[in-house]
């Protein structure tokens, strides 16, 4: 299984960004997709998720409205589309799967920043 993530840089305030994480190693149509983010001392949280079809997502209080999650079966691809950045919205950006039967991944993080 590989998670690569991709997308992340510096915005300021107000801007927007678009987070992609690339799948492969498991049959990525037939799963539930999640973003998490985990800013500098946090915990990790979950920011947003998608059913496996796309037509049920969740976010977190945090991001609703600014943020959307959507994937691409065909191209294997996650997506985050992130509007109207905070600060606090700084951190490193988690794509993650749970395949059951304690078989949990994560990819390797994208930072986003935001600032002025």
């Known amino acids: 299984v590989q998670l690569v993530e991709s997308g992340g840089g510096l915005v300021q305030p107000g801007g927007s960004l678009r987070l992609s994480c690339r799948a492969s190693?498991?049959?990525?149509?037939?799963?539930?997709m999640s973003w998490f983010r985990q800013a500098p001392g946090k915990e990790r949280e979950l920011v947003a998720t998608?059913?496996?079809?796309?037509?049920?997502?969740n976010y977190a209080d945090s991001v609703k409205g600014r943020v959307t999650i959507s994937r691409d079966n065909v191209k294997n691809t996650l997506y985050l589309q992130m509007n109207s950045l905070k600060p606090e919205d700084t951190g490193v950006y988690y794509c993650?799967?749970?395949?059951?039967?304690?078989?949990?991944?994560w990819g390797q993080g994208t930072q986003v920043t935001v600032s002025s």
């Open positions: 998608i059913s496996s079809g796309g037509g049920t997502t």
């Open positions: 190693g498991f049959s990525f149509s037939t799963n539930m």
């Open positions: 993650y799967i749970n395949l059951g039967w304690s078989r949990e991944y």
